[in-house]
C-alpha cells in the first residue's frame, strides 16, 4: 500500500506534465519480514533492499550536478518530454562553470562558425567584421573529428595530447558540436565573434567564441542583458551573487567583436539555468549524492540515488545560503531522501581532485595533501570529491583515461601566481557569497612578479627559479604557430611532433616538484611537503604596486598572508597556515644569501636572471598556492554517454560526461557541453520504468 | 613551551578522622621560557589526585622565591586526567637571568578527604631586549670616494620605542664611518621599527666592502642588548658613459613605465615615455629589462662610448589562465 503526501496544487500540475514527483511510500510489514526471512544470498538482499526503498521523489530523468554538464543534459531531456530533477550540494546552480572563462571551443560548421563566414549579424548584437578569415571558419564533423584526433599535434612538452582521444568519444562530440552549439544559443547564450579555438579544441580551424553578456540597465536574459549590480565591478571591488567570475574592468569583449559585452561562463550558466526554470526543470540544491541504487549491485537498471542534505551557511550568522534564482527550487531538508529516475541517472558530478585515493591513481605527487583544487570557496568542500565515480565504481563502472592528469597541465599541480588567498583561482570579491569561505580575492602578481619575490618552502629554503615558476606547459590550438606550434602547419604530418621541432617549442616548469621535494618538516606518514611561500619586501609592494590590503588579502587574518617588521618574525607567522608544520627556519639565512647574490649580480644557485634585494620592511609571506585547476580520467562512457562497466557493457539507465568521465584530454565547456547535449538527448529517450 | 615537574613537599598536620590523599601532582607550563625582560609570560597549572579527586575550584598561587604572591588562579577545566587553571599572564622581572617561581597548592580539606600542600618549581629566563638590525636603501654602485645615503632600522624584540638610540657605522677595518641616531617616528608601515638615515663617504678603492652598523646596549631601566649588522658597500670605477634604455611593448608598440633596467651593478627604473638613462662605466654588460606582465628582454652590449638601445618586451603568456 502507497500512501502520497505533501502534494501541493503546484506539485499536482507538474506530476500531470510527468514532472518530478514526491513518493513516500509506506513500507508494509509483510513485504519488509518477507525480504528479511527469505533472501539471504548477498545479491538477492542488495536486490530486495534496492527494490524495498521507499523513495521520496522520482522523476524521469535525475542529474547529479548542476555544472556545464549538469544544465545541458538538463534542458536538452526537459525539450524531449522527460520530467527532470537536477541535484547540486552546492547552495546555487552553475558548478565552475561560473568561474569559466566561457570560451566555448566547438565547431564542425557550427552555427556561429557559419554566421562569422557570412560576417553576419543575426541577432543584431553590434558585432564587429569577423576576427577569422572566412577559409579558416569553413567546417564540417569529419574535420573537426580528424583534428580531435590528429597524432600530430604535440603541446609545448612534446606530448601528443589529441592522440588520447578517445575514437567514439570524439567521433561522436564531433557529429554533436554544432548541434550542441544551436542548442545553446537557442536557450538564449550568445557569442561574440570566434577568435581562434581553445586549447585542445583543433588546429586547422577557428571555433571558440566567449558566451558574452550586453550592459545595460537590467539584467534580462531573454534580450542578453546584463545590469551593472549583477555583473560586478572589479573597480569598485566587488562582485554579485549573479556572477562569481573574474571580471576585467570596462567591456572586455570589445576586442571579440562585441563593443559594449562583457564576456563569462556566467553567461552561459546563468542562461542555461533561467531556461531550465522557465522550461519546468526542477532543482534540488544543499543535496549530495551518496550512492546510486541499482537492481542488483553489478546487474540490472539503475534505479535513482540516494542523498543527503549538505547545507552551506553563512560563517558569521549561519544563515543557510540560498540560491540566486529560487523558481523552480524543491526545498528539501530531511537528512538523507531517495530520489527514483524513471528513465535514467546522469553523473554531472565533475573532477575528483577532492579524493586523494582517486587523483593518486595515476599520478602519485598529488598525495601532498595541501594541494588545492578547482574553486574550493565557490564550491565548498565538497568539490570536486569523485562522488560520482566512487559511486559508479561502486555498481560496476569502469574507468578510463585515468593517466590523463598526469600528461595534462591544467590537470598537473603548479604554482599559483595569485598569492595570499586559500582559494587559487583568485578572482572573487566581496559580493558573492563564496567570498565568505576564500576570504580574500588574493594578489596576482603573474609570472613576471616572481622577479620581485622569492618562492620558499615550509623550511624557508628556496627550491627553483622564481622567475620560471609560471613556465607551464600549454595545449595547442589555432592558429597556428601559438604555444610554440608550426606555423606551417599540416594535419597528420609529421613533422608537427618531430625532435627538432619539439626541440624548439618545449615550455615546462618543473617548480612545483621542486617545491614538493621532501624537507625537514616533512613527516610520516605522508611526508608532505607544506605549503610555497612568497617572501617580499616593501620596496617590491611599491615596485609592483601589489595591494597588500583586503580584499585582497584577508581581514581579519586567515594565516595565508603575513607581514612582519622582521624576517625573524616573518618566519613565526607563518604557522597560521593549516599545512605548516614549522616556522620558515632558514628564512633569515636564505633572504641574507639572496641579498648576497643580488650584490654578486648572479645567482649562484638558480640562475634567476634578475635578482632584487629583500631589506626593506616590512616583510611578507604570502602563500602561493600548489594547485590544480581542471581533472581528467573518469568514467568510460561510449559515444552515448552511456556508462560502461569492466566488460564494456552499458549500464542501463546511469549515463555521464565531463569531468567525471574519462576518455580524452580536451578541456573545457566544449567538452562537457556536448556531453550534456549527448547525456540528455539519450537519457530522455530511454525506455520508462 | 616550558614544563617543569619538581615537586617539594610541604609538612602538614593531617585532620584526626580525616582520609589523607596525600600529595596532588603538579605540573606548570610556562611561555615562553625566554623571556623579554618585564615582557608578559604566561603560566597554565595542571593538578591531579592519584585518587581522582574533583579539584576543581581549589586555588593555586604563584609565588616568587621570597614567597611573595604574584597571582592567583582556580583550578577549573578538566583537561584530560588533571584539573587546569586558565593561563595567568605575569610579567617578567626586569633582571635578566634564570627566575624560578612557584606554583602553591594549599592543604586542603572536603567531604572528608584531606589533600597536602604541594609546591611546583618553574623556571624561566627574563633576557634583555633584542635589537634586529636592518640596512637598506643603498645604492647598487657608489663611485669611489662618492658620499651616499641609506637607512638604518632597528626592531626591539619586545617593541619598544627607540628614540635616540644611537648607532656608529663602522668599515672594513672598524674605523668609524658614519653615526647617527633614530629618529623619533617609525618607518611607515611597520609596528615598531626605529630609524635613522644615515650619510657617509664611499672607500676610494674599487670592490665589495663589508661595513657594519653597531648599536650599544643598555641598562638604563629595561635591560637592552647590543645590535649589529653587517652590509656590503659596492665601490665600482666612476662611470664613463650613457645607456640609455627605450622599453616598448613588442605588439602594441607603446612606451612600457616602470620597466626595470639592469646592467649590474646599475639599476634603474624606465619614466613615463619607457626610458632610463643609465650612468655606467665602460665595459661588457648583460642588459635586462624586465616589467610586470612581460617577458625579461636580455641582450649583451659593450659600452666604449653613449648607448642607446631599445628593448621590445612581449607580453607573458598567462600560463593556467590559458584554460580559462
Known sequence: MAKKRDTGRKESRLQKEKAVSRRDFFKTGAAAGASAAVLSAPALAQESSAQAIRWNYEADVVILGSGCVGLHAAVRARDLGASVLVIDQNFDVGGKLVHSGGWTSLGGGDAVQERDRAAADPLGMGLTAPLIKAQDLEDDPDRLFRDMTDWSVVDATGVARYRYNDRELHRAWADNAPKTRQFMMDNYVRFARIDGTHQGG???????????????????????????????????????????????????????????????????????????????????????????????????????????HTPRTHPETGARLESFWQNGNIDERAETIHIRARKAVIVATGGMHGSVPLRTMFDPRMCEPSIEYGPSALIGPLNMDGSGIIASMKIGANLAGMMQNYQHSSGSPTISSVLGTRDTVGSIFPGHPSFLFARAKGINISGAGWEHAIAVNQVGQRF???????????????????????????????????????????????????????????????????????????????????????????????????????????????????????????????????????????????????????????????????????????????????????????????????????????????????HGYIAGSNAAQEPTA | MFVLRFEDRIDTMAAKAVRTHGQRTCTVEVSPS????????????????????????????????????????????????????????????????????????????????????????????????????????????????????????????????????????????????????????????????????????????????????????????????????????????????????????????????????????????????????????????TLFVSGFNYVAYENIIDVAGDVTTRAELTAEPEGQDDYR
Open chain 1, 202 to 308: 583543433g588546429m586547422s580551424r577557428g571555433r571558440a567564441a566567449r558566451s558574452v553578456m550586453k550592459i545595460a540597465d537590467k539584467t534580462d536574459i531573454k534580450a542578453g542583458t546584463l545590469s551593472p549590480q549583477d555583473r560586478g565591478d572589479p573597480r569598485e571591488e566587488r562582485h554579485s551573487p549573479f556572477n562569481p567570475m573574474r571580471q576585467i574592468p570596462g567591456a572586455p569583449a570589445d576586442p571579440l567583436g562585441a563593443p559594449g559585452w562583457v564576456y563569462g561562463g556566467f553567461a552561459i550558466a546563468r542562461s542555461l539555468e533561467f531556461s531550465a526554470r522557465e522550461k519546468g526543470v526542477r532543482f534540488m540544491l544543499n543535496r549530495h549524492m551518496d550512492e546510486l541504487i541499482r537492481e542488483r549491485p553489478f546487474a540490472g537498471r539503475v534505479l535513482g540515488v540516494r542523498a543527503r
Open chain 1, 464 to 674: 627553483y627559479n622564481e622567475r620560471a615558476i609560471a613556465a607551464n606547459s600549454s595545449d595547442a590550438k589555432y592558429p597556428p604557430g601559438t604555444d610554440g606550434t608550426r606555423k606551417e602547419f599540416v594535419p597528420l604530418d609529421w613533422r608537427n611532433a618531430s625532435p627538432a621541432q619539439v626541440r624548439a617549442q618545449y615550455r615546462k616548469s618543473a617548480a612545483v616538484d621542486a617545491a614538493l621535494a621532501m624537507n625537514e618538516g616533512s613527516r610520516a606518514p605522508d611526508y608532505a611537503s607544506g605549503p610555497v611561500w612568497a617572501i617580499f619586501d616593501s620596496a617590491a609592494v611599491q615596485r609592483g604596486g601589489w595591494r597588500v590590503r583586503y580584499p585582497y588579502v584577508a581581514d581579519p587574518p586567515d594565516g595565508y598572508f603575513h607581514k612582519a617588521d622582521t624576517l625573524a618574525e616573518l618566519a613565526k607567522k607563518v604557522m597560521g597556515h593549516p599545512h605548516q608544520k614549522m616556522p620558515l627556519k632558514y628564512l633569515v639565512e636564505t633572504v641574507a644569501r639572496y641579498n648576497a647574490l643580488a650584490d654578486k649580480g648572479v645567482d649562484e644557485d638558480f640562475e634567476k636572471p634578475v635578482l632584487h634585494k629583500i631589506e626593506t620592511p616590512p616583510f611578507y609571506a604570502a602563500s602561493a598556492g600548489i594547485r590544480v585547476q581542471d581533472s581528467y580520467g573518469g568514467l568510460r562512457i561510449n559515444g552515448k554517454a552511456q556508462v560502461l562497466d569492466t566488460r564494456g557493457e552499458v549500464i542501463p539507465g546511469l549515463y555521464s560526461g565531463g569531468e567525471a568521465s574519462g576518455g580524452g584530454s580536451q578541456h573545457g565547456i566544449g567538452r562537457a557541453s556536448v
Open chain 2, 34 to 285: 625566554e623571556v623579554d625582560a618585564g615582557a608578559e609570560l604566561t603560566v597554565t597549572c595542571r593538578a591531579a589526585c592519584p585518587h581522582g579527586c574533583d579539584l576543581s575550584g581549589q586555588s593555586v598561587s604563584i609565588r616568587t622565591q621570597d614567597d611573595t604572591e604574584l597571582a592567583t588562579a582556580e583550578l577549573t577545566a578538566l583537561d584530560g586526567e588533571a584539573y587546569a587553571t586558565s593561563a595567568l599572564v605575569l610579567r617578567a622581572p626586569l633582571d635578566v637571568g634564570e627566575h624560578i617561581y612557584r606554583a602553591v597548592l594549599a592543604a586542603s580539606e572536603k567531604d572528608g578527604v584531606s589533600h597536602d600542600a604541594t609546591a611546583t618549581a618553574f623556571s624561566f629566563a627574563a633576557m634583555a631586549h633584542a635589537a634586529s638590525v636592518n640596512v637598506w636603501g643603498l645604492p647598487s654602485a657608489i663611485a669611489p670616494g662618492e658620499r651616499f645615503s641609506f637607512k638604518v632600522g632597528i626592531k626591539c624584540s619586545a617593541g619598544c620605542k627607540l628614540t635616540g638610540r644611537p648607532l656608529r657605522i663602522v668599515d672594513d677595518e672598524g674605523a668609524q664611518v658614519g653615526e647617527a641616531s633614530l629618529r623619533d617616528d617609525i618607518w611607515p608601515g611597520t609596528s615598531a621599527v626605529y630609524f635613522a638615515e644615515v650619510e657617509a663617504q664611499a672607500p676610494l678603492t674599487p670592490g665589495d666592502h663589508q661595513w657594519q652598523v653597531r648599536t650599544p646596549g643598555s641598562d638604563v631601566s629595561v635591560p637592552h642588548a647590543a645590535g649589529s649588522c653587517t652590509f656590503a658597500v659596492k665601490v665600482v670605477s666612476p662611470p664613463d658613459h650613457h645607456v640609455t634604455v627605450e622599453a616598448f611593448d613588442s605588439e602594441t608598440q607603446t612606451p612600457i613605465k616602470g620597466a626595470h633596467v639592469l646592467l649590474h651593478p646599475y639599476r634603474a627604473l624606465t619614466d613615463e615615455t619607457g626610458v632610463a638613462t643609465v650612468r655606467v662605466a665602460k665595459g661588457r654588460y
